[in-house]
């Protein structure tokens, strides 16, 4: 495991595994070649695996573009919440019904080219990946369901996660968490970006998808211009804990993903501040947009409790097929975690505490938690 962790730290693409050359150089020069010098490594591993990514991206239009312009994507079903709010448990739990399909960790990082290159080399570079998220204990595999905002990173470069790899130019990333202060013409370009990934998984499996992207939940209103049929499902979870999480999670994928100088933590704080409630700030603003008998909403205090029985009320909410169809492996993975123990934490500082209580007060109030 601890060789494994290294070399990711060390030479690990990170979420710009999968760029092509050409995109790869455009962002050089969009962030002026800022590089930190501890990070040329990674930026060297990036700039080989671009030029196969170039090859295999082309032939991947050759094999299958004229498909993909047919194909009709199913309504999705999206996994909305902040991170760490249990949206990857959430997820894992959908997406063991097999009537359904998701983009897995592979698809995600390789949008390009996975229709070519999955079958290839993904169980190769399984054998790189440590077996558990660097941010928890949740299994981590090429085939995990995956966050489809990480093939947006790669495809538009129009997400706040590029922020993650480009620290220093947060502030024009951010803008594309709610895609509510960015040209037509760039939402256009997200659009098609998202459109055509899509369309790929749907030629790949042809089965409704379940999508999981925490931003997503900043974009309702989006993705239902989109997708007017589509259904959400939103999970929620104590503000305090959120934070905590939160901020462990970004200090570790940092050490995976960026370019520059990580951020010091006083910085960090006063983002994960800022954009939870830019977040949260849309999701309340759009959330009456989505059509009755579309939404449900979740607690992830009761999902832990009660995985089976919460992920029945989902079905019956939303009027999705019969929850009995997969019951007994729904039982089976539930039984196979049973034994996972979440990350503590020590309470946070007072000041801390009161400033989280006052910048996100809708929160606690909206799903009852106590700010004290």
Known sequence: ??????????????????????????????????????????????????VPNSLLHWVDEMRFGAHLRDVVVPSPVFVLGHWRHGTTHLHNLMTIDQRFAFPNNYQCLYPNSFLTAEKLHSKAMDFFLPRQRPMDNVEWRMDSPQED???????????????WVFPRRR??????????????????????????????????????????????????KLLLQMFPDAKFVH??????????????????????HRLQRAPAEEELDDWILRMYRKMYDAYFEERSLIPSGQFHEVRFEQLERNPIGQIAGIYESLQLPDVTHFQAELKSYVSSIADYRKNSFPDLPAELRQRIAKEWRRSFEEWGYSCR
């Open 171 to 220: 502030e024009h990333t951010d803008r594309y968490l709610t895609m509510q202060d960015v040209s037509a013409d760039e939402v256009a370009e997200w659009k098609d970006a998202f459109l055509l990934f899509l369309k790929k998984l749907t030629l790949l499996c042809g089965r409704p998808l379940v999508l999981k992207s925490p931003p997503h939940t900043a974009r309702i």
């Open 149 to 163: 905002e990480f093939a947006l990173c790669v495809d538009s470069f129009k997400s706040p996660c590029i922020g």
């Open 235 to 256: 999970i929620h979870r104590n503000p305090y804990d959120v934070f905590h999480s939160t901020r462990k999670m970004l200090k570790a994928v940092a050490e995976l």
């Open 1 to 50: 495991m601890a060789w494994r962790e290294t070399l990711l730290k060390s030479l690990g693409p990170g979420l710009l595994g999968g760029i092509t050359f050409g995109r790869w150089v455009r962002l050089l020069r969009e962030n002026r070649f800022a590089v930190a010098p501890s990070c040329w490594p990674r930026a060297v591993t990036i700039s080989i695996q671009s």
